[in-house]
């Protein structure tokens, strides 16, 4: 989580762990019921985590509650990264079919990212700059490519 207070962790069947360091407890948040490939906090929040699963979609749930916010829908193979945007309103989630831009406020998928073919030369890993201006994207054949946020004209 972005305060360091409590972290996320989930096992080979799917259960979701938080993790309270201060208060030195964990709770089983959630049970997804399939295997969890990728994860990271909601941006710019402690009580939502989005899950990689292994159906190919990416769950969005409350660390509250376990309750799920959103199913997103749009990958057609396993999804090995998730990274979201430091504004907290964004997401990119990465697998076999590439990289794709979500808009995680309103829980819906922006634009696939990069060539669609052929398959080699699709983006395997994604993360955002720090400062939240270059998306970058590892491709087996292309290499590292930076796209300058959000108007993703390729940089490099």
Not at 7 to 18: K, P, T, Y
Not at 71 to 95: A, E, I, Q
């Amino acid at each position: 989580a972005p305060s360091g207070d409590r972290f996320a962790a989930v096992d080979v069947r799917g259960a979701v762990f938080i993790f309270h360091l201060r208060a030195n407890r964990f709770n089983l948040v959630h049970w997804a019921g399939k295997e969890v490939s990728a994860m990271c906090f909601k941006p710019g929040t402690e009580s939502e985590l989005v899950l990689a699963l292994s159906d190919h979609s990416l769950r969005v749930i409350s660390t509250d509650t376990g309750d799920v916010k959103a199913d997103l829908k749009s990958h057609r193979s396993n999804v090995t990264c998730v990274d979201p945007h430091p504004s907290g309103r964004y997401l990119v989630s990465c697998g076999g079919d590439g990289a794709m831009l979500w808009d995680i406020k309103n829980y819906k998928r922006m634009r696939s990212i990069g060539a669609p073919s052929p398959p080699r030369s699709v983006a395997i890993q994604a993360a955002f700059m720090h400062s939240g201006s270059t998306l970058i994207t590892l491709s087996r054949t292309e290499g590292l490519s930076l796209y300058q946020f959000p108007t993703m004209d390729l940089r490099a």
